[in-house]
């Protein structure tokens, strides 16, 4: 079992010509850094038992990490990518990439992970490809010994890689459903509940470490006479505008919301 690697490697890192949309594809998923999930805890577990693998994972390539969203057999939660076999597999999104004995591959007879503890020898991932033929990870069986692969094997792993897909994509719409909810359809910042939702988080971790927050209210003068002189378009143009200036002037770690007072 993998349980630590703080090796640092000397070696170039292949990087895809998209790496920079690529990358930008991987961080829209919302996946990055987020706690365990039965979908992907199940898919990887079954990917192990049907391989007969002690190793398998479902892993997010970042900019210079390799996340592991599930895996077994490892305990270790991120490698460097530059150690991180599927930072080759990445390279071919049409193709997994099949290393029959790692100790025989010019790409990684020298890998600290082969060449040292825990000595692996055997690789076979598949390239996670969304919609527009980004690459945003893995799902890789790995081996401490020399494995053949067959090619039904090869096909079931694929298959492996369009159900991770689909759960990837329903996590994907489950955030941006909820960034929906807590959005104002008019000018496109948070609503009451996102304010609601912070301030309370807020406010308890002000009482609980004795710091402060700021709270800043607006409103807006002769609101009222520009819906009833120009209607409820001017009015929404107002708001939208209004809102766009004050996003160019909050910080990092800033909330700005629409509280949405009804106008008397």
Not at 10 to 30: F, G, I
Not at 47 to 74: C, N, Q, Y
Not at 153 to 174: G, I, W
Request: aromatic share 6%; charged share 25%.
């Amino acid at each position: 079992m993998l349980k630590e690697c703080s090796v640092v490697v000397d070696q170039q890192c292949p990087l895809p010509n998209n790496e920079t949309q690529r990358v930008a594809a991987v961080r829209s998923y919302h996946i990055l850094d987020t706690a365990p999930s039965l979908e992907f805890e199940a898919l990887t577990r079954i990917a192990s038992h049907t391989f007969d693998m002690p190793i398998a994972v479902v892993a997010m390539m970042d900019k210079e990490r390799l996340w592991f969203k599930s895996k077994l057999g490892l305990e270790v939660e991120q490698l460097d990518r530059k150690v991180a076999f599927c930072a080759h597999t990445i390279m071919s999104p049409k193709e997994p990439l099949i290393v029959h004995d790692l100790l025989e591959d010019d790409r990684f007879m020298a890998n600290p992970l082969v060449a040292n503890a825990p000595h692996l020898r055997f690789y076979a991932g598949v390239p996670l490809v969304d919609e527009h033929d980004l690459v945003l990870g893995t799902i890789a069986v790995i081996d401490s010994k020399p494995r053949t692969f067959t090619v039904l094997q090869k096909e079931t792993l694929c298959d492996f890689a369009v159900l991770v897909m689909t759960a990837l994509q329903s996590h994907r719409n489950a955030v941006e459903l909820k960034e929906l909810a807590m959005t104002d359809y008019l000018t496109g910042i948070p609503n009451r509940a996102k304010f609601d939702s912070v301030n309370a988080a807020e406010m308890a971790r002000a009482i609980s470490t004795g710091t402060h927050y700021s709270l800043i209210c607006m409103d807006l003068n002769g609101f009222k006479q520009v819906n009833d002189q120009f209607g409820h378009p001017a009015g929404d143009e107002v708001l939208y505008e209004v809102a766009h200036r004050l996003t160019q002037q909050t910080h990092e770690g800033d909330l700005l919301a629409r509280l949405g007072i009804p106008v008397k």
